[in-house]
Every structure is written in structure tokens, then in C-alpha cells.
């Protein structure tokens, strides 16, 4: 098989040769079993997915076809997470499975994969929806220290509720340096049938009130399973339950424990609150209406922090050196006062970045300055010195192309979209342009980097509509320049 990859590699042209990276270098390598559950997969998955990637520790796939997958398979990976409620997977794959964590490697147990395999009820075969008995995987219970029971008393869970979480053993690598408690707000799956290996390293009380027991009941636990870790966690029954911090944290540092026998990632680990260092952005609106779909430009990166200005008023009102990175501009006033000007102008020449977006090129027609220094281009609003007055055109379809090799355009390639055009710019000869197009109602440059010497100042030009805002090559492009701006590219 190898000798034939190589032979038709080499039988290519050199410039045809592509190089696959199997996995990102110094991850722990995580493949999620999906595809059937009670519980909704095709939220949590591509949920417990994220946590992992975010966590800078794993590089993650997902299966969600486990029925069949061999040995070869699993080979590569480090850890396997079960996020799996559903029909047996055959005996090829259950073999595979024992081995790959018999041999040393993790396992990962989470809320309803407790229920599979010990010989119950379960929703629907592989193609249709019905109810099937399958005989019992016994060794799954060995696995994962526990079996759910339908005889009494009966394995479940009270009523959802929010509950204390209390580690019992703070010794385990899982546990280390954490606080002895954590919320919970979810199932609390009791009466579990736990097996004398399972080693319980935080349990909660079931309050009879909700429809507990009554009694302690254990939430997370590990299990030594020939050379290899198996960590289970009885929580997370829908995507609110597994935003909880303690959660987050206990199956992150559990998946990094079993995949690797250690854990590094923090004893707190809160999505709501990401520990990473963010670039602080304020976006500065007002004197041109806009549709909301431009604040999506900035959602959905966990490196950005962006605060809004809805006038130049609100956003210079004091000195924005020491609270931001990056200036994004997306606003059309003409006029602005002494000190609001003057604290855009100590920002720009603090050597801060600045993104000036779409209409904002039309700002301060009379301030030299923003326009000559600043921007490197204006948009015309009147005829001025022998030039006739800019022009612009909506809904027009454009074709884009970079000129340039430049971090602000890497991986943004060519672009095909709906937006407004402008033509008759004055755009200076100093200007670095990125991006060109041939559409006779625009000016050729549609982005660039202005020569503004004092700190990073891009200018894009697109982005008039939602259509613009949402397109994935026009989103790339502006992250692109925040990220440059702030000099991070
Ligand atoms: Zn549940
Ligand atoms: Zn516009």
C-alpha cells in the first residue's frame, strides 16, 4: 500500500505533489464516537469537539459510523470519547476497542454512553427507528467500572436540578489543585451499579426532594482497565449542562488524563470566560446606516474582544490607548471635536492598528489628515480641486483578486460577491494595494495598506451589505486585518 502511494507520487510532476498532515504535531490525538444517542448527538458532538480543539491539547475527529471500524483505525489515536447511546458495533469494532485501551490508551465515558451496551432497551437500529433488545457487552462494563440496571433499584436520575458536585479523592491527576466542589446544573444519574475497579473521584448528593436517593451518588470516576484509563463521567445532559465550568474542566483534564496518563490543562477552565489573550477591538459606527449583520464580523473568535461605539462622540471621549489594539472604523461623520480628534490621533500614532472599513473612507472629507495620512484614499463627497465627486453603485456583482502577497490577503484568494462599488477615489500613489477588480463601475484597488507610517492602517473597501458581511472570504479578510493590525501576523 505504502510503496504504491510513493510510486504514484513520484510518477507526479513535482508542482502536483501534495503533502496531507495526518495530525497537528504535539496533540493528543482524540477520535469522538457519535452518530446515535437519546440525547441530541448532533449538538453535543460538535460541542465536546470545540471544547477539546479550544483547550490547545487535542486534535479531534469524529466518528459516526462506529459499527465496523477496525483496529487500524483506532491506531493512530490516543484517546477515544464516547458520546454514544445506540445499537452494538459488531464484534470486529467491540474487539478493537478492548485492545486499543487494554494496550494503554484513554477512554472517555460520558452521561448517556452509561446507559449503552448492558443488554437494555435502545431506540432504533442503525437505519430504522425502533426498539431493540441486544444481548449485553460485557466487557463494557469491565471498561468503564459500571453497568446501568433497569431492576431495582433502578439506575437514573432524579429531576434536572443544580447541585453540588464534591470530590472524594483529590489525589487522582484529574482532580489535583482543583476546588474540593463545582456546580452542576443536569442529571444526576443514580443508583449506577459501579464495579469494585472503578476508583470514584467525586460524587453528589441525590436530594430526595428532586427524586434522589437520598444518598451520595458518584458523578466521576476512573478506571484502570489493563494498561490503559478509562474516565467517566456521569454529566453533561444537553449543551446548557455542559457549559458549566466544572464540567468543562473535569472532562477536558479526564480526556487529558486518559489519553496521556498526566494532565496540564488548568484546574478552571470556563468558556464563558476564555483564559487566552484576546485582541481588544473597538468598532466605531455612526453618520451611515448599516445592517446588523456586521456585527457577526466579529463574533465567533475566542483571540477578539470587541466593544462597540456607536459616534465618534462615544468612542474618543477618552484616551483609547491603553484599553485597545485595534480601531475598526465602519462610521461616516464630517464632524468631530478638538479632543475626540485628538485621541484618534494619539491612538494612530501610538503605533496602534487601525481597519478602516467601506464607507469610512467617506469620513472627515475636510480633515486632511484622516484622509492624506490616515486612510491613504477618499471617497469624494463633492467635486474638490478640478476632481468631479466619487461615485457608487449598488448590489453590483464583483469578481476580486489579491495583487499582493500580504497576511492581510493570505488564504482569501479570489472572491466572487454582491456589494457596492466605488469609482473616482482619490486613493495616493503610496498606497500597498491588496486586492484589485476589473468591474468598470469601481476603482481597480479595493483593499489596501495605507502609507501611513506610524502604526498598521488597512483599508478595505468592500462590505457595504449583509451579503457582503457574511461571505466567508470577506469575514477572512477582515479578521485577517485585525489580526495584522494588532500585529499578530
Ligand atoms: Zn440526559
Ligand atoms: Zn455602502
Do not use: C
Request: charged share 25%; glycine share 8%.
Amino acid at each position: 500500500m505504502r510503496t504504491l502511494v510513493m510510486a504514484a507520487a513520484l510518477a507526479l510532476p513535482v508542482a502536483a505533489q501534495v503533502t496531507i498532515p495526518l495530525f497537528q504535531a504535539g496533540k493528543l490525538r482524540a477520535l469522538i464516537f457519535s452518530g446515535r444517542n437519546n440525547h441530541d448527538w448532533r449538538e453535543s458532538t460538535p460541542f465536546l469537539r470545540q471544547l477539546m480543539v479550544a483547550s490547545g491539547r487535542f486534535d479531534v475527529r469524529v466518528i459516526e459510523e462506529p459499527a465496523g471500524l477496525t483496529a487500524e483505525t483506532l491506531a493512530a489515536y490516543d484517546v477515544i470519547v464516547l458520546d454514544y447511546n445506540g445499537p452494538r458495533w459488531g464484534a470486529a469494532t467491540e474487539r478493537a476497542v478492548e485492545e486499543f485501551v487494554r494496550s494503554g490508551k484513554g477512554m472517555v465515558v460520558r452521561h448517556a454512553a452509561a446507559y449503552a451496551f448492558h443488554g437494555l432497551p435502545v431506540l432504533g437500529d442503525r437505519h430504522v427507528r425502533t426498539t431493540i433488545v441486544e444481548p449485553a457487552w460485557p466487557e463494557y462494563a469491565r471498561m468503564t467500572g459500571s453497568a446501568w440496571s433497569l431492576e431495582d433499584p433502578r439506575t437514573g436520575h432524579g429531576e434536572r436540578h443544580s447541585f453540588r458536585v464534591r470530590f472524594t479523592d483529590r489525589d487522582h491527576p484529574v482532580a489535583q489543585g482543583l476546588a474540593p466542589e463545582f456546580w452542576a446544573t443536569d442529571e444526576l444519574y443514580q443508583n449506577m451499579r459501579l464495579r469494585p475497579e472503578a476508583r470514584v473521584l467525586a460524587v453528589a448528593y441525590a436530594d430526595p426532594k428532586m427524586g434522589g436517593t437520598g444518598k451520595d451518588e458518584p458523578v466521576l470516576w476512573a478506571v484502570a482497565y489493563g494498561k490503559g484509563r478509562v474516565f467517566h463521567s456521569t454529566l453533561g445532559h444537553d449543551l446548557a449542562a455542559m457549559w458549566e465550568p466544572g464540567f468543562v474542566t473535569t472532562f477536558l483534564r479526564g480526556a487529558e488524563w486518559a489519553a496521556s496518563g498526566a494532565v496540564t490543562l488548568p484546574a478552571w477552565i470556563d468558556p464563558a470566560r476564555p483564559q487566552q489573550r484576546r485582541t481588544r477591538v473597538l468598532v466605531v459606527t455612526g453618520g451611515h446606516d448599516y445592517d446588523t449583520s456586521f456585527y457577526t464580523l466579529f463574533e465567533g473568535y475566542p483571540d477578539l474582544a470587541w466593544d462597540h461605539a456607536p459616534s465618534n462622540r462615544e468612542a474618543y471621549r477618552r484616551d483609547l490607548r491603553p484599553r485597545y489594539d485595534v480601531l475598526v472604523l465602519y462610521d461616516m461623520p464630517q464632524e468631530i471635536g478638538e479632543m475626540e480628534r485628538q485621541h484618534l490621533r494619539d491612538f494612530a500614532e501610538s503605533g496602534k492598528g487601525i481597519v478602516v472599513l467601506h464607507h469610512a473612507i467617506a469620513s472627515y472629507n475636510s480633515w486632511e489628515w484622516y484622509s492624506k495620512e490616515l486612510v491613504g484614499g477618499k471617497y469624494l463627497l463633492q467635486p474638490e480641486a478640478g476632481r468631479p465627486g466619487s461615485t457608487y453603485k449598488h448590489d453590483e456583482e464583483i469578481f476580486v483578486y489579491p495583487v499582493a502577497r500580504h497576511p492581510v490577503v493570505s488564504d482569501v484568494g479570489r472572491m466572487h460577491l454582491w456589494d457596492e462599488t466605488y469609482k473616482g477615489l482619490w486613493i495616493s500613489p503610496e498606497v500597498k494595494v491588496l486586492l484589485r477588480t476589473d468591474h468598470p463601475l469601481s476603482d481597480g484597488p479595493v483593499a489596501w495598506i495605507s502609507p501611513y507610517p506610524k502604526s498598521r492602517v488597512v483599508y478595505i473597501q468592500l462590505g457595504h451589505d449583509r451579503l457582503a458581511h457574511i461571505h466567508p472570504g470577506y469575514r477572512k479578510l477582515v479578521k485577517n486585518a485585525i489580526d495584522w493590525a494588532a500585529g499578530l501576523r
